[in-house]
């Protein structure tokens, strides 16, 4: 499995723990920066860099954090074929994959902690989309969405 990670000032330190957790798992991370601490960075530059790869097909899921989730997740949307979601339960981080085909997990650095954000990471990882007619169906209809516009 391949995880394009990406973060501005508001999710850098959760971004270095979550890339250090996968990489003792062994798996392969592409980290799209920031690569340092930088109080002045714009989220925008990170969501777009991982929604670029998950749009061309360079990762199998991506994971995006600013400071709340909602930047993040507003600004991968943007990009066709990528499905961001802000998700701070289990649940959703899940479902979200199963039933929705969620490509990306946006996260809050400053809402959540670092044992908060390992089992939305495992609950993430572990998912796969269902294929189940109805999820496929209603996928389906979200991407007509994207050729009207
Ligand atoms: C940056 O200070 C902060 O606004 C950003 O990380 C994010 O929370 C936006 O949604």
Do not use: W
Not at 7 to 17: C, P, R, V
Not at 46 to 56: E, N, P, Y
Not at 84 to 101: F, I, L, P, W
């Amino acid at each position: 499995m391949k995880i394009v990670i990406g973060a501005d000032h508001g999710g850098f330190a959760l971004k270095e723990d979550l890339k250090a957790i996968m990489l003792e798992q062994g798996i392969e991370v592409i980290d799209v920066g920031n690569n340092s601490y930088d109080a002045k960075d714009d989220y925008p530059d990170f969501a777009s860099a991982v929604a670029r790869k998950i749009a061309g097909g360079e990762g199998d899921k991506g994971i995006v954090i600013c400071g709340s989730g909602i930047g993040a997740c507003i600004a991968v949307n943007k990009f066709r074929g990528v499905r961001g979601c802000v998700c701070h339960d289990t649940y959703s981080a899940r479902q979200g994959v199963e039933h929705d085909g969620m490509n990306v997990l946006c996260l809050g650095g400053r809402i959540i902690g670092i044992e908060t954000a390992k089992e939305l990471l495992k609950a993430y990882l572990g998912a796969q989309f269902s294929n189940e007619e109805r999820h496929a169906r209603r996928l389906r209809k979200v991407e007509e969405f994207e050729k009207a516009v």
